[in-house]
């Protein structure tokens, strides 16, 4: 079986992202133009255009996906992501978030804590020409140090909790975008750091995959 994957990716931007509140002309174009079907398994493509979150490595509560296409283009909507910025893209994958994130930002740095998956990402972005992208394999929570600051940091799945070297890694007028909470008790929030201090706002809800790694550890009482 064929598919129109063109057809498929304009039925996705107009069922599923302009029905939902995103209105930047420019997320909508990098949506239109990045081929999601790259970037999940190849038994999957056919899938890869439906309103999901999309598994690409792993099983139970270590699997790691792709963000549904709808609440990931608000997230990207709220960053307000500049042809100038540099974007940090925490949990890439296989590099979907980071693709359409170059569409909008002078560099991005997509950073993978599994080095397979951050091969599989590499290798599309040679593939799709997209060179101002660069993937890195490292500690999720920890950030990319060397790069920093950053004007934009991107959490690709839902955390319960925002390490500090991610806060410490923001540019002063930076942004983080981020899920926070599980399943439907997720809420999407924005940090904005101004002279130092971060203050965080709640924009809307989110029922997004979690990004593993992330989960408070429950502390003992007496």
């Given at each position: 079986m064929t598919a129109d994957f063109h057809d498929l990716r304009t039925k996705m931007v107009d069922n599923q992202i302009r029905t939902t509140d995103v209105t930047d002309h420019g997320v909508i174009d990098a949506f239109l133009t990045v081929p999601r079907e790259v970037f999940v398994p190849a038994h999957r493509q056919l899938l890869a255009y439906?309103?999901?979150?999309?598994?690409?490595?792993?099983?139970?509560?270590?699997?790691?996906?792709?963000?549904?296409?709808?609440?990931?283009?608000?997230?990207?909507?709220?960053?307000?992501?500049?042809?100038?910025?540099?974007?940090?893209?925490?949990?890439?994958?296989?590099?979907?978030?980071?693709?359409?994130?170059?569409?909008?930002?002078?560099?991005?740095?997509?950073?993978?804590?599994?080095?397979?998956?951050?091969?599989?990402?590499?290798?599309?972005?040679?593939?799709?020409?997209?060179?101002?992208v660069v993937i890195v394999t490292g500690d999720l929570k920890e950030g990319y140090a060397s790069e920093a600051p950053y004007d934009v940091i991107f959490v690709e799945g839902a955390v319960d909790f925002v390490p500090d070297p991610l806060f410490n890694q923001l540019k002063d007028g930076g942004r983080l975008v981020v899920v926070e909470g599980q399943g439907n008790a997720g809420v999407a929030r924005i940090y904005v750091k101004e002279s130092g201090v971060v203050a965080g706002r709640t924009v809307f809800n989110a029922a997004v995959k979690p990004l593993p790694g992330f989960e408070k550890v429950p502390s003992f009482q007496f």
């Open positions: 439906i309103d999901e979150d999309q598994p690409v490595k792993g099983e139970g509560p270590n699997t790691r996906y792709i963000m549904e296409p709808s609440p990931l283009a608000k997230l990207i909507q709220l960053a307000r992501v500049g042809k100038k910025d540099v974007v940090l893209d925490v949990g890439c994958a296989t590099g979907y978030s980071s693709a359409v994130l170059s569409r909008l930002a002078g560099s991005v740095i997509g950073l993978e804590s599994d080095s397979e998956l951050s091969d599989i990402a590499t290798a599309r972005m040679r593939e799709l020409g997209y060179d101002n």
